[in-house]
């Protein structure tokens, strides 16, 4: 399988405390890969270290490309729209910044398949939380990128807005799409990752499927395994 990254040896500490202790992180082609873990583990960080925005210390990131800045798309905690700005419009603007041109029919069929054409006109930022979740993963795919990194994607969603956003991630792997995302609930992560990267205190403790992992630790499920390797 392709590497996508090929992280070795991370390492970031902010002032003398280590918050990202060592760790080595990949993404394949077409996987989805979980990054799970307690509060503060590291992932924000780790993330940032991926994207490019956050140096790390010391350690080496591998791409598969040179312009992977451009290569990526990238949801962070919160997307930034544009203020007075209509869901429509916030596209293209963001397309204009990707240098993609987006037709009137492209942006119809994007905002269909992610159930948004009914708020087209809306302004975006007075979209349900739900909504500008699903609005922030189309900006991430505007300039159709091989690789998506999602930070907490379905926080704060009900039950089904949390169900859509795990479609979404389902269908960005189906159209060939990695996607590296972020999250707090096991029953989640169980229903899509196709690996999982736990962190804990800035360590790597656990890579693998949802099965093999469950499978090694004699768990019955991912959140079982959660509470025995974070106690
Ligand atoms: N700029 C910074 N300066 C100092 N400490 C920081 C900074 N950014 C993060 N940290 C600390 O680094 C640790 C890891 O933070 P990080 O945000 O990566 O964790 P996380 O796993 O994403 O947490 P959460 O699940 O709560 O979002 C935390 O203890 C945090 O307080």
Not at 15 to 25: A, E, F, P
Not at 199 to 219: C, R, V
């Amino acid at each position: 399988m392709k590497k996508l990254i090929n992280a070795s040896q991370l390492m970031k500490s902010y002032k003398t405390r280590c918050v990202v202790d060592h760790i080595d992180v990949d993404i394949n082609e077409g996987e989805i890969v979980a990054l799970v873990g307690t509060n503060g583990a590291g992932k924000t960080t780790t993330i940032g270290m991926l994207l490019g925005i956050i140096p790390q210390d010391s350690g080496t990131i591998k791409y598969w490309t040179s312009d992977y800045k451009k290569e990526i798309g990238t949801q962070l905690q919160t997307t930034p729209f544009f203020e007075g700005y209509s869901v429509e419009d916030n596209l293209k603007l963001f397309a204009a910044f990707y240098g993609v041109s987006l037709t009137k029919m492209l942006i119809d069929e994007k905002l269909a398949a992610f159930d948004l054409l009914q708020v087209k006109k809306m302004p975006a930022i007075k979209l349900s939380l739900g909504q500008q979740k699903r609005l922030a993963i189309i900006v991430t795919t505007l300039h159709n990128p091989k690789l998506v990194i999602l930070d907490e994607p379905s926080a704060g969603l009900d039950p089904r807005g949390q169900r859509e956003i795990q479609q979404i991630i389902k269908r960005l792997k189906d159209s060939g799409v990695a996607v590296l995302f972020s999250s707090h609930d096991m029953l989640e992560v169980m229903n899509v990752a196709d690996r999982v990267l736990m962190m804990h205190h800035g360590k790597i403790i656990a890579n693998g499927s949802p099965d093999s992992l469950m499978e090694h630790y004699q768990t019955q499920n991912l959140e079982e395994l959660f509470f025995e390797l974070t106690m």
